[in-house]
């Protein structure tokens, strides 16, 4: 945890932590003493160094000191066919560091109906959290969930299409996948198996690019990381 995220604020001048997670956190592993400075963030506010002013049982008081700058986003929307339910928590929270600015989960043929089902979804935001304390960053991406492939698709990521690309990764074509692209666009990232060969040709039908990253084929999680850094070069 590199920074202490709390929900939006209305006062601007004291702040309860008060977060059990946190709290352990900050006295177990941090040895928190009154007068020290630490990273806290606001929900979807901002960030700032705090000082903390008092310490008990179960919370945390402390003072913002000065605002902070936040880590700029990448412009992308990451578009993941639904992974099992323990990629799913490791993939949101890797994402979100990353500084994923949309997500959306969608369905595909070789999702299986049951993940729809996970309390592992009821939980996005847990995770959500986890990964912006992890980067230092205070804003969410927004999260979509789409249960139909299809739909999707046509009526939205075409339009989608009209102003920036997506980039579709599947092993399974001649042309690789851009590098240091550098500028707003899509990335659908396919399910365990890949897409099958429907799904491709409505892609390609409603302007999609199909590309590989290499003859290996990567597990979702890995390919997310591997994607987004060769787009998106410093």
Known sequence: MNLVLL????????????DARQVSHLKQHVDIKIGDQIKVGVLN???????VVEIQSNQIIVTPVEQQAIP????VTLI??????????????DSVTLG????VLLHSYRVDKSY????FLEQLDHYIQLGL???????????????RFKPFVEDRLSVWNHSQPTFVAHPYTTDAMPINFNQPCQLMIGPEGGFIPYEIALLKENGCHI?????????????VSNILGRLFCA
């Open 116 to 119: 729809w089902q996970t309390p």
């Open 100 to 103: 994923v600015e949309k997500i």
């Open 211 to 223: 590309h590989h990253v290499g003859n290996r084929i990567l597990r979702t999680e890995t390919a």
């Open 7 to 18: 929900p939006e604020q209305t006062d601007s001048t004291i702040w309860q932590i008060n």
């Open 133 to 147: 304390e992890q980067a230092g960053d205070v804003i969410a991406p927004t999260i979509f969930l789409e249960k």
């Open 72 to 75: 700029n986003k990448l412009p």
């Open 80 to 93: 993941l066919a639904l992974p099992r339910p323990k990629v799913l928590r490791r993939l949101i929270m």
């Open 45 to 51: 506010q901002a960030r700032y160094l705090a000082e």
